[in-house]
């Protein structure tokens, strides 16, 4: 197949506003359809946003009223701002399009990326982008917090409670102190006329506890990390982007496309 060709759309001081992305994406779209260009990968980071999925539910968008755009992906809600690499592959498949295989080259591609920096990653069933693992923890090894007993713990038995309400400790960006899986990449794609739109987000060193306002991607029971976190170093996403680059070409340059069987 034609190489990949990637265009940065801005970083760092340059972040890209996400209706301007938005606007670019949707005329990057028409082009390929046409056949005017060849399959194309927007990079950037963007100013600090919410973005809403179509399967996003009230319940997980901020308390506090925060504005949210709504967009025509899938998934649910996200946050995406400064420290956190995007990326919108603009590709046409063949039809009909199989969207599972086009994620699975995804988070191919990014659990290598990870590799790379010395950090191992994984898929979750069910649930779309790159995760790390949390780590199994014995009973008795758990930090005595005093107060009530676990069993008047209220997310037991109240399917309404948010932990979002209960303090920094049940925080997403926490997540890793509580030993629970985190997500360290997310992916939200959209499909039209064959050709496809949105894609995923790495985060490389932004401030995590701008999820802690939502329930990022509707999951109430992990949290998020990011590379800089997890390897205790800083590493941004300038020096994430040629590696990016490079194992999105070697994942595309050896897939064999096809269509989804119906």
């Keep these: 197949m034609d190489e990949l060709r990637f265009v940065h759309l801005g970083f760092g001081a340059e972040a890209v506003d996400y209706h301007t992305a938005w606007q670019e994406q949707r005329r990057v779209h028409t082009a390929r359809f046409a056949d005017e260009i060849p399959d194309t990968c927007l990079l950037l980071e963007h100013q600090s946003v919410y973005t809403a999925g179509r399967r996003t539910e009230d319940s997980e968008r901020p308390l506090d009223g925060t504005p949210v755009i709504d967009v025509d992906r899938g ?31 995804l988070e191919d591609a990014l659990i290598q990326v990870c590799a790379e920096f010395g950090l191992e990653t994984t898929r979750v069933e069910g649930r779309s982008g790159v995760w790390v693992l949390g780590e199994e923890v014995p009973a008795g090894a758990r930090p ?112 064999t496309l096809l269509p989804r069987a119906v």
């Design 75 to 105: 998934g649910k809600i996200t946050w995406h701002g400064p420290g956190q690499l995007v990326g919108y592959p603009i590709m046409k498949l063949p039809r009909p399009v199989d969207v599972v295989a086009h994620v699975r080259r």
């Design 144 to 255: 005595d917090r005093g107060g009530l007993a676990l069993d008047f713990d209220p997310r037991l038995n109240d399917e309404e409670f948010d932990p979002r309400l209960n303090g920094p400790e049940y925080a997403p960006s926490n997540a890793g102190q509580r030993h629970e899986d985190r997500k360290l990449a997310q992916i939200g794609i959209r499909v039209a006329k064959g050709v496809t739109m949105h894609g995923f987000s790495l985060n490389c060193d932004p401030d995590n506890t701008w999820f802690d306002r939502i329930v990022p991607c509707g999951i109430r029971d992990a949290g998020v990390t990011s590379l800089s976190q997890e390897l205790g170093r800083d590493i941004g996403v300038t020096e994430v982007l040629p590696v990016v680059e490079r194992q999105l070409r070697e994942v595309w340059a050896s897939a």
